[in-house]
């Protein structure tokens, strides 16, 4: 069974920083980019960043700059770094893993959330 567990989340000042976490299980993820995804209230999901196994990274423009992927392929998990967070990055954060040869999202995680306060 497959699953993806994030961690990480919480209540941050703007400007702050925040480390989410997404360990990943049941198979190996060699063939998928392993990424993030983000949905606000009224909103619909959002794509925030992702990397495949040979560590080539993607972002939204939005957090390009700010956002930093890495990926652990020996722990199969993968983080994103968030610093200078703005009330506009609050968000349910979604850990996902995006098979390569399909780009269909085939797992997705259950969300954790992030607050970023004025």
């Known amino acids: 069974q497959v699953q993806l567990v994030e961690s990480g989340g919480g209540l941050v000042q703007a400007g702050g920083s925040l480390r989410l976490s997404c360990a990943a299980s049941?198979?190996?993820?060699?063939?998928?980019?392993m990424g993030w995804f983000r949905q606000a209230p009224g909103k619909e999901r959002e794509f925030v960043a992702r990397?495949?196994?040979?560590?080539?990274?993607i972002y939204a423009d939005s957090v390009k700059g700010r956002f930093t992927i890495s990926r652990d392929n020996a722990k199969n998990t993968v983080y994103l770094q968030m610093n200078s967070l703005k009330p506009e990055d609050t968000a349910l954060y979604y850990c996902a893993a995006v098979n390569i040869l399909t780009e269909h999202t085939d797992y997705w995680g259950q969300g954790t959330q992030v607050t970023v306060s004025s």
């Open positions: 049941g198979r190996t993820f060699i063939s998928y980019a």
């Open positions: 990397m495949n196994w040979s560590g080539r990274s």
